[in-house]
């Protein structure tokens, strides 16, 4: 089976502007999972989707989105980007979404904002 | 809610030998997963061992084993025969309900050949 994929790999985006992370799960799973990572906060949770719906959100500001599509693919958007958003962004993906379930992960977007 | 607690930043062991990184954790569920992750210089996050807290066994994997001490909430990892690929971060983590994991501040281990 595929592992996780998250395109692109890096990303350099401007303060203000907004920018879109891609995630394929593993065939067969259906809940996805997004962390930020960065050196000062360690890995932090965002949000998770399970069968399209937002079941659990992080501690976040609303410029902090996601969704998911039909076929469990998922996207996170970030709007107005700060300086403090530059970190790396994992996907993870569980089989059953349970917390028996271990997170599969992807190989992160590096975003850098400048 | 859940925390997680590595006290150990860094770590190092010689090639072969046996190396034991520390968590310890917080829950006020009775039944719950603990996990460790590595996340070598590649960056892609990779699944080391599960342990089930109901479970009194240690889980064991190749190489890998914890030491469970649910009393006092402590979940070592043991590394056997220490490997240059062992190189990486280590998180211990621990989901909720939610299925949303809290993980540690990790434990950064360097394998020395």
């Known amino acids: 089976k595929a592992g996780v994929t998250q395109t692109p790999r890096y990303l350099i985006k401007t303060r203000g502007q907004q920018v879109t992370l891609s995630c394929s799960p593993i065939?067969?799973?259906?809940?996805v999972s997004w962390y930020q990572q960065t050196p000062g906060q360690g890995l932090q949770f965002l949000f998770e989707?399970?069968?399209?719906?937002?079941?659990n959100k992080g501690n976040f500001p609303g410029r902090f989105s996601g969704r998911q599509f039909s076929n469990s693919r998922s996207e996170m958007n970030v709007s107005t980007l700060e300086l403090g958003d530059s970190a790396l962004y994992l996907c993870a993906s569980s089989s059953a979404g349970t917390r028996d379930s271990p997170l599969h992960f992807g190989n992160g977007t590096r975003l850098t904002v400048t | 809610a859940q925390t997680v607690t590595q006290s150990q930043p860094e770590m190092s062991v010689q090639e072969a030998e046996t190396v034991t990184l520390s968590c310890t954790y917080d829950?006020?569920?009775?039944?719950?997963?603990l996990f460790w992750y590595k996340q070598p210089p590649s960056r892609q996050m990779i699944l080391v061992i599960r342990?089930?807290?109901?479970?009194?066994q240690n889980a064991t994997e190749n190489r890998f084993s914890v030491n469970f001490q649910k009393a006092a909430k402590s979940f070592s990892l043991k590394i056997s025969d220490s490997q240059l690929g062992d190189t990486a971060m280590y998180f211990c983590?621990?989901?909720?309900?939610?299925?949303?994991?809290?993980f540690g501040t990790g434990t950064s281990l360097t394998v020395i050949p």
């Open positions: 065939s067969g799973h259906r809940s």
């Open positions: 342990q089930e807290a109901y479970k009194q």
């Open positions: 983590a621990i989901p909720n309900t939610g299925n949303q994991f809290y």
């Open positions: 829950t006020s569920e009775s039944n719950y997963y």
């Open positions: 989707y399970f069968s399209e719906t937002q079941r």
